[in-house]
């Protein structure tokens, strides 16, 4: 008989273990849960932050080329100029949306905001090197590197985009002509951002003609 009850209490221990480590199993696991969806909303919140941020620096964009004279319809009349050839009757609107898609890649919104920034610096004379604000300010023939930042940019959009670049650069059109010469007074350091419009442009024209051949 007492046997038979020390077997019962040691199944009934046992049972009580089994409950136990079942609990424990489903806290742990509701706890991973826990984890995981955490860092879904963690992902998700990082997300729409960076979306966030990018429309940010998007206007950001926008407002620092108006600051330096250039809106958004210039640029578009620009590439419109650049797709004359193969849509004659096509309107600077139907442009725009182009333009606004090129000023919102990252990449594109980092040269914006750094050719500015040094357009912006040589004009107040607050580079600590003096001899290269004097070659900014010149718009030296030789100074290549305000081009090689608007190859950064044509380069996303391929080659049709770097072609249209060197056509509208040696065209010097609409904005961009009006850009250099305004660059030509003193005081006024424009060596930069004729390049980065032109590149907006050339980019916009490209992204144009790629969809409309799809
Ligand atoms: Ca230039």
Known sequence: MQDAN????RFNRLISYFWLICKIIVFLNALSLHIYVGKIIDGISIK?????KMEDYSKRCIDL???RGVTL??????ARFLQADYHV???????LESVRSVISKREVQYAIMTAIELDKLAEQG???DKELENILMRDEGLYGVDEVIAYGICNIY??????????????????????NESGKNSGVCNTFIDDIVGAIAASAASRF???WIR
């Open 6 to 9: 020390c077997k019962k209490y």
């Open 48 to 52: 729409l932050k960076e979306v966030f």
């Open 65 to 67: 080329l108006k600051e």
């Open 73 to 78: 319809d210039d640029i578009a009349e620009c």
């Open 89 to 95: 009757d096509l309107a600077k609107e139907e442009l």
């Open 126 to 128: 607050k580079m600590n």
């Open 158 to 179: 391929g080659s049709i985009a770097l072609t249209n670049f060197g056509f509208i650069d040696k065209k010097k059109y609409g904005v961009i002509a009006k850009l």
């Open 209 to 211: 003609a790629h969809r």
